[in-house]
């Protein structure tokens, strides 16, 4: 039927419907907008950067199912899990340096209950890129504030944290590089960090090709604008987005975590 023959009411009504579907596929997908991801070329490598919004979508490190004690191990299980428990896995990346045993190297806070300490040992050489001075602590408060920090300035601050990670080292400190870092570097890895831009906005980078220490951290400092950053892994560092898969290190590359990151949102 001809649009003018409807009766007016009709009319209006054919003309607010497709405003209507709009508004209703947008609340369909609100949960995933939380999470936002994009490829970032800096220094003639690209780089995937993904943002989560702490006001809209909860940030959480996940090590064992709670059901059976068992380390999650890997990126796919920990979906699997949500996905059995009504919540859909938008993103999830491997959440700092572990040892031998696949336990964290440092401090580990999963929801509010410390399940390994702070670690201020120095000079290890079994501890990898952990040694390297200063390392630091991601963590997220009870007031839902996340911060990057050294390991020092976490300790002194006293504050429990909700959720935390001890990695190393810093790559930016106080707006600085870690005085670490060469330029000319030839130690290349996938590496992959993390920071808070600000008190309620949490940014992860992933290399998509082997950087050094100098560029990854200049990645953060000079691309994002992050204050202080957390180097988290290499080489073995991936990141999972839904409906973009996996990003980072080749799958050959990667082996059974400890922590990892994840954002859930319900199915």
Not at 156 to 161: E, K, L, S, V, Y
Not at 213 to 233: G, I, P, V
Not at 236 to 257: E, H, N, T
Request: charged letters at 20%; hydrophobic letters at 40%; one cysteine or more.
């Amino acid at each position: 039927m001809p649009m003018r023959s409807l009766p007016p009411t009709v009319r209006r009504l054919r003309r607010l419907l497709p405003l209507a579907l709009a508004v209703l596929v947008a609340a369909c997908f609100h949960p995933a907008r939380a999470v936002e991801t994009e490829e970032r070329s800096f220094d003639g490598q690209t780089f995937r950067v993904v943002g989560v919004d702490l006001k809209r979508q909860p940030l959480g490190l996940y090590w064992r199912d709670p059901d059976t004690g068992r380390p999650f191990g890997d990126i796919e299980t920990l979906r699997q899990w949500g996905e059995a428990h009504g919540r859909r896995l938008l993103f999830a990346a491997n959440a700092g340096i572990y040892d031998h045993r696949t336990a964290p190297l440092g401090l580990y806070v999963e929801n509010g209950k410390v399940l390994v300490p702070l670690n201020l040992a120095h000079g290890n050489p079994a501890a990898g890129n952990f040694s390297l001075r200063p390392n630091g602590v991601f963590s997220i408060y009870p007031d839902g504030r996340a911060a990057v920090r050294t390991s020092e300035a976490f300790k002194a601050d006293g504050r429990p944290a909700q959720w935390a990670t001890q990695s190393g080292p810093m790559l930016v400190i106080d707006g600085q590089l870690n005085n670490a870092f060469v330029g000319d570097s030839d130690s290349l890895k996938w590496r992959s960090g993390v920071c808070a831009q600000t008190p309620t906005r949490v940014v992860f980078a992933v290399s998509e090709a082997p950087v050094n220490f100098h560029t990854f951290a200049r990645l953060f400092r000079d691309a994002l604008h992050c204050r202080d950053a957390l180097y988290l892994d290499g080489t073995i560092s991936q990141f999972y987005l839904d409906g973009d898969g996996y990003a980072g290190a080749p799958a050959f590359m990667v082996k059974p975590y400890a922590g990892i990151f994840a954002v859930f949102a319900p199915q």
